[in-house]
């Protein structure tokens, strides 16, 4: 932990600037941001800090929607889904009077420094937002996509992951009754991560994510030879941003081509989104609330909070948002290699 004291009465002097911090969710919410906000508070207010809850993200910041947040305001939260101070994509903090707007009321509120919980377009806002006004503002990875560069880890991913797993064990029940191939798409616009962990999880004949086109042509053998000579049912997971089209749509063309299969198709939505968070993603989100009060403590601005090998670093905003989360090119042949 960086919070270390160095002067006599236990507070240093770039300490004591600091009164009051702003907390916010941004974006598509994720499991565990509410640990996120409850870890930022406590730790705020340990520090002898005062805290605000900013509700509806940087829409919420516009209007002015601050509430005082306590100790016994986050109490009992740990293990909720959602996000208590509600989320939002906001238009407005695109322009420049809104973000005007946004920090008059900061202002007004006496606001220091913000910490903000989501994924690339929050710290999108943030990098822009800090570089046009003096408000020091520290990330925390909350998106269920894992996709942020210079983190292993993003609050939400566990859960999600747990959640596809669970719903594909089911849906593979089914699918084998019938000697069905199912098509179920898992979400991720622009990144194949959740896909590719769940699908070798429940162990998936194919995997088609945005990252890798090569999945494509283990559909198509799968399709010739797997399924007709050896398979009773088939499981193939679906990236929402493979650039095949989508669930829907790659199973249409299944269906064109290969009339005699008996295709279905499930998208599981927004069921990722929620639920309790599980265990990695309370004490990941409970590491990097603390963490992000300790780096606004000790004056770092503009920067993220990751984890790199299990301990918490501080990443760039410019290069969190810049940089893309790869995949790792080992997960994709170990799919290769088991599939045989
Ligand atoms: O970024 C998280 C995420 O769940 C993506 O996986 C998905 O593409 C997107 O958000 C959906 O966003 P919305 O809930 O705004 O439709």
Redesign the pocket.
């Known amino acids: 932990m960086n919070s270390k004291v160095n002067t006599e009465n236990g507070v240093s002097p770039k300490r004591k600037k600091l009164q009051k911090i702003g907390v916010f969710t941004s ?2 919410d ?1 499991p565990g941001m509410n640990a996120a906000i409850r870890a930022v508070t406590r730790a705020a207010l340990s520090h002898g800090l005062q805290v605000v809850g900013i509700r509806h993200g940087y829409q919420g910041m516009i209007e002015g929607q601050f509430i005082s947040l306590h100790s016994s305001d986050v109490s009992g939260i740990i293990n909720q889904g959602g996000t208590i101070l509600k989320t939002a ?1 906001s238009k407005d903090f695109l322009t420049s009077e809104g973000r005007e707007k946004a920090y008059l009321n900061l202002k007004k509120h006496d606001v220091d420094a913000l910490v903000v919980i989501g ?1 690339d377009g929050s710290f999108t806002g943030a990098l822009v937002f800090s570089q046009e006004y003096d408000i020091p503002m520290v990330g925390i990875p909350g ?3 894992n996709d942020m560069f210079g983190t292993d880890y993003t609050i939400g991913y566990d859960t999600a992951l747990n959640t596809v797993v669970e719903a594909v064990d089911k849906i593979k029940d089914t699918a084998s009754s019938h000697g069905r191939i199912f098509f179920i798409e898992v ?3 622009e ?1 194949g991560l ?1 896909a590719l962990n769940s699908g070798i999880a429940v162990g998936a004949e194919v995997i088609l994510i945005p990252e890798s086109k090569e999945q494509h042509e283990e559909l198509k053998k799968f399709l010739a030879k797997g399924y007709k000579t050896k398979e009773t049912s088939g499981i193939v997971i679906v990236a ?2 493979d650039e095949m089209g989508g669930a829907i749509k790659i199973a249409q063309t299944v269906t064109e081509e290969h009339p005699d299969l008996d295709v279905r198709v499930s998208i599981l939505g ?1 069921i ?2 929620g639920g309790s968070p599980t265990a990695k993603d309370r004490v990941a989100a409970t590491r990097m609330g603390v963490a992000a009060v300790d780096a606004l403590l000790d004056d770092q601005k503009s920067i993220m909070i990751g984890l790199k090998n299990e301990k918490t670093v501080h990443v760039p905003f410019s290069k969190a948002v810049k940089l893309h989360h790869s995949i790792d090119e080992d997960l994709i042949e170990i799919q290769r290699v088991i599939n045989i």
């Open positions: 974006g598509g994720a994509r994924g998106t269920i996509d979400m991720g616009r990144a959740l929402e941003g927004h990722q989104r």
